[in-house]
Each structure stands twice: as structure tokens, then as C-alpha cells.
């Protein structure tokens, strides 16, 4: 629905918001917006991080028991 909005609308909007709450508002809204996402992305990378930290721990220790049982 939003990818068939083309840039002519958006202005339009942008226009119709600026007029409607400031343009400072505006774009205090759209700093917030942004840092939101930047947020939420850094925390879903992160969460794959910490799952990929914690599987090659656990590889080291099951790593680290067969090199025990040898000798």
C-alpha cells in the first residue's frame, strides 16, 4: 500500500504535517522515528550475536571434554 505512494504524495503529506505540529516537531518526530529503528536493528543483530556466542561456547566445551576423555 505504502510502495504505491509516489514522492508527489509524500511532499504532500510532509507538507500537510509541517503545516498541522511545526516543522521542528516534525523533525523531532523524525529523529525519534529513526533512532527507534536504529535501536530496534542494533538489538535484533545483537540478540544473533549473543546465540552465536553462546553455540560456539558451547562447541569449546564439548571441545574441551573430548580432548579430557582422550587422554
Known amino acids: ?18 503545516l498541522l505540529f511545526g516543522a521542528s516537531r516534525v523533525a523531532s518526530m523524525g529523529g525519534a522515528l ?9 538489538e535484533a543483530r545483537g540478540e544473533d550475536e549473543l546465540e552465536n556466542e553462546e553455540d560456539s561456547d558451547n562447541e569449546d566445551e564439548s571441545d574441551s571434554e573430548n580432548e579430557s576423555t582422550k587422554t
Not at 500500500?1 to 509541517?18: C, H, N, T
Not at 529513526?34 to 542494533?42: D, K, L, N, V
Open 1 to 18: 500500500m505504502i510502495g504505491s505512494l509516489g514522492w508527489q504524495e509524500l511532499l504532500i503529506i510532509l507538507v500537510i504535517l509541517a
Open 34 to 42: 529513526g533512532r527507534g529503528i536504529r535501536e530496534f536493528r542494533s
